[in-house]
C-alpha cells in the first residue's frame, strides 16, 4: 500500500448553471467549501484563480454516473468541463470521481442544519463538491491508492 499523497486538493461539482468548489487541507484531514462560480464563459477563469490561491496537487472533479455506474448526459458535459480545466492547468492532476448522491447528501445535511432547499441554492453545490472530495481523500487514505481515474486515463 502506498502512502497518502499530502497537499491541497480542490473539489468541483459541475452544473449547468453553478459549479460548487471545495478544497481539502494538505493532510487530508476535512473538505470545506470555497466558492460557488457561475457557470458561463468565465467559470474556466475562475477555477484557475482559485487554483492559483490553493496551490493544489490535484482537482477532483465530480462525475454524475446514474445509479447503475453508467454516464448520463452530465457525465459528458462534466468530462467536458474537466477537459477545459486540464487545459488550462496543465500541471495539475485532474482526477474524475464517482460524484453519485452527494448533491442528495448535500441537500440533506443542508436541510437538516434548517436551510431550505431555495435558501441553500447558492451553497448546495460547494456542499456536494465536499461530500464528494471528503469521500476521494478518506477513499485514498484508507486505500492507498487515488480514487477514481485521472482526466488521461479514462
Sequence with gaps: MSEFRRG???????????????RSDADGMLAVPVETVARNDGSIARIVEIAGEYSPIEIVVGLPLNMRGDDTPSTADAREFAALIAAALPETGVRLVDERLSTV????????????????????????????LQHAVD????????????????
Design 105 to 132: 447528501s448535500a441537500h440533506t445535511a443542508l436541510r437538516q442544519s434548517g436551510r431550505s432547499q431555495k435558501g441553500s441554492r447558492g451553497i448546495v453545490d460547494q456542499i456536494a463538491a465536499v461530500v464528494f
Design 8 to 22: 491541497v486538493r480542490l473539489g468541483v461539482d459541475v452544473g449547468r448553471a453553478r459549479i460548487g468548489v471545495a
Design 139 to 154: 477513499t485514498e487514505k484508507s486505500t492507498g491508492r487515488a480514487p477514481g481515474a485521472l482526466l488521461d486515463e479514462e
